[in-house]
């Protein structure tokens, strides 16, 4: 089985802008999301879409809990 491969989509933005999340087509905490920005560039897109990749909802923004224990501990309090 062959592991699924990042397959980014050209993206025409609306007229309107503003009243669009990017957040809704780009996940920009994706690890393939260079990768995908070098493909958008060589086909020269004006902009691209991560919604319809098999891996876009795969990787997350790290939240509190990836940090809460890694911080070093405070030798002026108890």
Request: with cysteine.
């Amino acid at each position: 089985m062959s592991c699924a491969q990042p397959r980014p989509t050209e993206f025409r933005l609306p007229l309107r802008a503003e009243s669009f999340a990017i957040e809704e087509h780009r996940n920009v905490h994706c690890r393939f999301y260079g990768a995908c920005i070098d493909v958008a560039v060589k086909k020269d897109w004006d902009s691209f879409s991560c919604a319809k990749c098999p891996l876009f909802h795969e990787d997350r923004a790290p939240g509190a809990s990836a940090y809460a224990f890694n911080q070093p501990a405070d030798p002026g309090r108890p």
